[in-house]
């Protein structure tokens, strides 16, 4: 079986890329937290036969989420900050109509359940423990910056991939 994850890359990627690195040195993450690839969830991972990766690619390549426009919110946290489990920017793009073309056509070629996916945003970094247990001072350090940190660059999906991993 493979492990297929969709995700989208922002076109103002190195930018966020630099967000990123900016934020984790100014709270000091790196006990607490693993940088992640800034990228904009699409579909969660699901599992697949590992002769099917063609068609999910073919099924990709219909899409038209190139080009989107992402408006970005702020700075954020899931689940809260009391337990910020993943620093993110919440951000709107449309993409609820291309989300449920690809639920519908990669449910064909699974017998998994495809999980709704979350709530639009770009991924920044996230604790390497589920519980989102951080120190406070992290967690007051993380609230300042959502706070201080009030207008970000506005941008557009740059490409859609599928990322695989066998098992």
Not at 21 to 38: C, G, H, N, Q, T
Not at 113 to 124: E, K, Q, S, Y
Not at 129 to 151: A, C, P
Not at 156 to 167: D, L, N, P, Q
Request: aromatic fraction near 8%; glycine fraction near 2%; proline fraction near 4%.
């Amino acid at each position: 079986m493979t492990r297929v994850y969709i995700s989208a890359k922002p076109d103002k990627y190195l930018y966020v890329k630099s967000l990123r690195d900016e934020l984790w040195r100014i709270v000091d993450a790196r006990y607490d937290y693993m940088k992640s690839d800034p990228h904009i969830t699409v579909i969660p991972p699901f599992s697949i036969d590992d002769d099917k990766t063609d068609q999910v690619d073919e099924i990709i390549s219909g899409l038209r989420l190139k080009g989107q426009d992402v408006k970005v919110n702020g700075l954020s946290v899931y689940k809260n900050i009391h337990r910020p489990r993943v620093v993110m920017l919440d951000i709107e793009v449309d993409m609820k109509s291309e989300r449920e073309y690809l639920k519908k056509e990669l449910k064909k070629l699974t017998d998994s359940n495809i999980r709704d996916p979350v709530n639009p945003h770009i991924t920044l970094f996230k604790t390497s423990v589920n519980s989102g247990d951080v120190s406070d001072k992290l967690k007051q350090s993380l609230q300042n910056e959502i706070y201080r940190r009030s207008s970000f660059m506005d941008m557009s999906i740059e490409s859609v991939s599928a990322e695989y991993k066998r098992s």
